[in-house]
């Protein structure tokens, strides 16, 4: 097969008449990465893959794939290959003539096309219909036969665009361990556009979040999902919650926070001025959830929040959602965005919280992670 | 009656037909075969007499050479001219309001008639028409050209713009159908220009251009007025010669004749389905 390459993107931009679609971004993919491109619709993820393919000029910066500068050769020739939303599967061609077409547009002759496609489309465990028309297919089955039609050029990239997206929840679910078994076997680099921040964190080595046409944030699932930079990646990754206070003190490792509603919190991290507007995130499986009430009463017993979880903030239920391994609680608290508290299964029906009732959340000082401005 | 629903519903169109297409058309079959004299127009008969006629005729063979002559030709010229346009309007316009405005475009002529269009070129094309004048006044040429007006070209350049909206209605129809995400899939596979054209765009444009044929063929064939308004009565086809024998009062001939033409068409059109399957299309 290809040797895989890496793949570097260089202050690349995309214009459509006034509007900029991708603003300057920087990227280094290495060799034999899963990349997913994560971002809403409007993003600049589609654009920016569309780029790397050749589908889309590009209005200024370069593209370098291994040692070659490619932004400029036609799509075919820059070892890429791409995966469509929709597939596009020639309607007139059977599987195997689809596969094929590539080795066909080269002049290769029918049989030693046919032996090759019949070869990748084995890959993707399609070679019992190998003679059907796109039409005769389910989504799964035409999806497989994309796959191995972008593959049968030897690529060192391939681009995926949405390619998860239309098909049914519970095939979705089993393409991700296909996408990603092929991704392995082949070593060479997926570049894979999604808006589902499940899909990303699932599949991905290096997600790449964008918002406006700009890279919010690069890093590993783990990373982003632990430790997002921005608000925006804090929200869209999903399952953070992001507070917004003042900075009203500070000490050798934490800052001293106060927010419009007068709630104070203590949470790692130093190095904002007095006065400044710091937003943080903190994850929903790390908040305590308490009644109100029961509280009052275990003040009354004694047992007041330990020092450690003294960030609380107070707010009424407003859904309650079964999600089998745990429950999402969702709360509004005056001055805050719908707050997130993600409880295991067995500790919300052991003291359950109902809509409409008072509950108070908690989290540890380290458990809050400060968000760039 | 619900067993009945679908025939009642399908009654009135197959009254239509029977009316407009199937009773007339027996007619014609059935006068082929009747005698006839020059005082007795329709004399009931049974004789083959006018088919013998139309079939040892060296007249018959040379219409028909020159009918399908101006058929092969028009058919070529309106295919490449509705092929391209086709293309040109739905590939290359992006906008939908442009693509309409464009497509409406082609459609003016249609806004007067076929006869007045055909006119139209006599000035245009005649022995001091407009063309040999400018071209004399240029001193392109001494004398003026005689082939413009009434010769085979006249008659294929009424004939492709009459009928190159023809093909292009339903090339373009079968184009607006093609995802362009196929044509960048195909050159995302390494495809040429011109292989995207060949492997993709022209296969999946395959309907629209049987239809487009369909039409042109049918209407090329029956064709009289334009070969004798462009013509100048001194070219043949097959629909002239009809129209010579009915103004002679010879029906059972042109009877004979139209079924003849009939047939041939009809085989005309079953090759060029048998080559593309147009349900795909309906």
């Given at each position: 097969?290809?040797?895989?390459?890496?793949?570097?993107?260089?202050?690349?931009?995309?214009?459509?008449?006034?509007?900029?679609?991708?603003?300057?971004?920087?990227?280094?993919?290495?060799?034999?990465?899963?990349?997913?491109?994560?971002?809403?619709?409007?993003?600049?993820?589609?654009?920016?893959?569309?780029?790397?393919?050749?589908?889309?000029?590009?209005?200024?910066?370069?593209?370098?794939?291994?040692?070659?500068?490619?932004?400029?050769?036609?799509?075919?020739?820059?070892?890429?290959?791409?995966?469509?939303?929709?597939?596009?599967?020639f309607p007139h061609l059977s599987?195997?003539d689809n596969?094929?077409f590539?080795?066909k547009?080269?002049?290769?002759?029918?049989?030693?096309?046919?032996?090759?496609?019949?070869?990748?489309?084995?890959?993707?465990?399609?070679?019992?219909?190998?003679?059907?028309l796109?039409?005769?297919?389910?989504?799964?089955?035409?999806?497989?036969?994309?796959?191995?039609?972008?593959?049968?050029?030897?690529?060192?990239?391939?681009?995926?665009?949405?390619?998860?997206?239309?098909?049914?929840?519970?095939?979705?679910?089993?393409?991700?361990?296909?996408?990603?078994?092929?991704?392995?076997?082949?070593?060479?680099?997926?570049?894979?556009?999604?808006?589902?921040?499940?899909?990303?964190?699932?599949?991905?080595?290096?997600?790449?979040?964008?918002?406006?046409?700009?890279?919010?944030?690069?890093?590993?699932?783990?990373?982003?999902?632990?430790?997002?930079?921005?608000?925006?990646?804090?929200?869209?990754?999903?399952?953070?919650?992001?507070?917004?206070?003042?900075?009203?003190?500070?000490?050798?490792?934490?800052?001293?926070?106060?927010?419009?509603?007068?709630?104070?919190?203590?949470?790692?991290?130093?190095?904002?001025?007095?006065?400044?507007?710091?937003?943080?995130?903190?994850?929903?499986?790390?908040?305590?959830?308490?009644?109100?009430?029961?509280?009052?009463?275990?003040?009354?017993?004694?047992?007041?929040?330990?020092?450690?979880?003294?960030?609380?903030?107070?707010?009424?239920?407003?859904?309650?959602?079964?999600?089998?391994?745990?429950?999402?609680?969702?709360?509004?608290?005056?001055?805050?965005?719908?707050?997130?508290?993600?409880?295991?299964?067995?500790?919300?029906?052991?003291?359950?919280?109902?809509?409409?009732?008072?509950?108070?959340?908690?989290?540890?000082?380290?458990?809050?992670?400060?968000?760039?401005? | 009656?619900?067993?009945?629903?679908?025939?009642?519903?399908?009654?009135?169109?197959?009254?239509?037909?029977?009316?407009?297409?199937?009773?007339?058309?027996?007619?014609?079959?059935?006068?082929?075969?009747?005698?006839?004299?020059?005082?007795?127009?329709?004399?009931?008969?049974?004789?083959?007499?006018?088919?013998?006629?139309?079939?040892?005729?060296?007249?018959?063979?040379?219409?028909?050479?020159?009918?399908?002559?101006?058929?092969?030709?028009?058919?070529?010229?309106?295919?490449?001219?509705?092929?391209?346009?086709?293309?040109?309007?739905?590939?290359?316009?992006?906008?939908?309001?442009?693509?309409?405005?464009?497509?409406?475009?082609?459609?003016?002529?249609?806004?007067?008639?076929?006869?007045?269009?055909?006119?139209?070129?006599?000035?245009?094309?005649?022995?001091?028409?407009?063309?040999?004048?400018?071209?004399?006044?240029?001193?392109?040429?001494?004398?003026?050209?005689?082939?413009?007006?009434?010769?085979?070209?006249?008659?294929?350049?009424?004939?492709?713009?009459?009928?190159?909206?023809?093909?292009?209605?339903?090339?373009?129809?079968s184009m607006?159908r093609i995802?362009?995400?196929l044509l960048?899939?195909a050159?995302?596979?390494?495809a040429?220009?011109?292989q995207v054209l060949t492997n993709v765009v022209i296969p999946l444009a395959k309907p629209g251009i049987a239809?487009?044929?369909?039409?042109?063929?049918?209407?090329?064939?029956?064709?009289?007025?334009?070969?004798?308004?462009?013509?100048?009565?001194?070219?043949?086809?097959?629909?002239?010669?009809?129209?010579?024998?009915?103004?002679?009062?010879?029906?059972?001939?042109?009877?004979?004749?139209?079924?003849?033409?009939?047939?041939?068409?009809?085989?005309?059109?079953?090759?060029?389905?048998?080559i593309v399957d147009?349900?795909k299309?309906?």
């Amino acid at each position: 097969m290809t040797l895989a390459a890496d793949l570097e993107l260089i202050k690349l931009t995309k214009r459509y008449g006034p509007t900029l679609a991708v603003h300057a971004i920087d990227l280094k993919v290495k060799a034999g990465t899963y990349c997913c491109l994560l971002g809403p619709s409007g993003c600049g993820k589609t654009s920016t893959l569309r780029m790397i393919a050749g589908h889309e000029a590009v209005s200024a910066g370069d593209i370098v794939l291994g040692d070659k500068q490619i932004d400029g050769l036609p799509p075919a020739r820059r070892k890429t290959a791409m995966m469509f939303q929709s597939y596009a599967l020639f309607p007139h061609l059977s599987c195997i003539d689809n596969v094929a077409f590539s080795l066909k547009m080269q002049g290769l002759s029918r049989s030693r096309r046919h032996e090759r496609a019949a070869a990748l489309l084995a890959l993707v465990h399609m070679e019992d219909l190998a003679d059907r028309l796109p039409h005769q297919l389910s989504g799964g089955q035409q999806q497989r036969v994309a796959l191995a039609r972008a593959l049968i050029t030897e690529p060192s990239i391939l681009l995926l665009d949405e390619p998860l997206s239309a098909l049914d929840p519970f095939l979705r679910v089993r393409m991700r361990d296909e996408l990603k078994r092929l991704q392995m076997e082949l070593g060479i680099t997926f570049i894979h556009v999604t808006h589902s921040q499940e899909e990303a964190l699932a599949l991905a080595d290096l997600i790449v979040v964008m918002r406006d046409g700009v890279i919010d944030q690069a890093g590993a699932p783990r990373d982003v999902y632990n430790r997002p930079t921005t608000p925006f990646v804090a929200r869209f990754i999903g399952g953070h919650n992001v507070l917004t206070a003042r900075v009203v003190g500070t000490d050798a490792r934490n800052l001293e926070l106060e927010d419009d509603n007068g709630r104070r919190f203590r949470v790692l991290g130093t190095d904002r001025p007095l006065g400044s507007l710091v937003s943080f995130a903190v994850r929903a499986d790390h908040l305590e959830l308490d009644h109100v009430r029961t509280l009052q009463v275990a003040v009354g017993d004694g047992a007041t929040p330990t020092d450690e979880r003294m960030n609380t903030v107070e707010g009424t239920v407003t859904s309650v959602q079964y999600q089998g391994s745990h429950v999402e609680v969702r709360l509004v608290a005056e001055g805050t965005e719908t707050l997130l508290v993600s409880l295991p299964e067995g500790r919300f029906f052991a003291a359950p919280f109902a809509v409409g009732t008072t509950a108070r959340l908690s989290f540890a000082t380290d458990e809050a992670h400060i968000l760039a401005a | 009656m619900r067993a009945l629903a679908p025939y009642l519903q399908a009654l009135p169109l197959a009254l239509v037909f029977a009316t407009f297409f199937l009773v007339p058309v027996s007619l014609v079959v059935v006068v082929s075969f009747f005698d006839y004299q020059t005082y007795q127009v329709l004399i009931p008969d049974f004789v083959f007499f006018n088919y013998v006629d139309v079939f040892t005729s060296n007249v018959t063979y040379r219409t028909y050479l020159n009918t399908l002559k101006f058929c092969l030709l028009t058919w070529a010229i309106t295919l490449i001219l509705g092929f391209t346009i086709a293309y040109f309007l739905a590939f290359e316009i992006r906008s939908v309001p442009l693509q309409i405005f464009c497509f409406l475009l082609c459609t003016i002529p249609f806004w007067t008639s076929n006869v007045i269009r055909m006119i139209a070129w006599i000035p245009f094309l005649g022995r001091n028409g407009l063309v040999n004048e400018t071209l004399l006044a240029w001193g392109v040429i001494d004398a003026p050209i005689d082939w413009l007006l009434y010769s085979d070209f006249t008659v294929v350049l009424g004939y492709v713009h009459l009928y190159t909206l023809f093909m292009i209605v339903p090339i373009f129809n079968s184009m607006l159908r093609i995802d362009p995400a196929l044509l960048e899939a195909a050159r995302d596979q390494g495809a040429s220009a011109f292989q995207v054209l060949t492997n993709v765009v022209i296969p999946l444009a395959k309907p629209g251009i049987a239809i487009g044929s369909i039409f042109v063929v049918a209407i090329v064939m029956g064709d009289f007025v334009t070969v004798n308004v462009l013509g100048g009565g001194q070219i043949a086809s097959v629909g002239k010669t009809i129209a010579t024998e009915l103004s002679y009062l010879q029906f059972p001939p042109a009877a004979a004749n139209a079924v003849v033409l009939l047939g041939v068409t009809i085989l005309m059109i079953l090759a060029l389905i048998r080559i593309v399957d147009i349900r795909k299309e309906l």
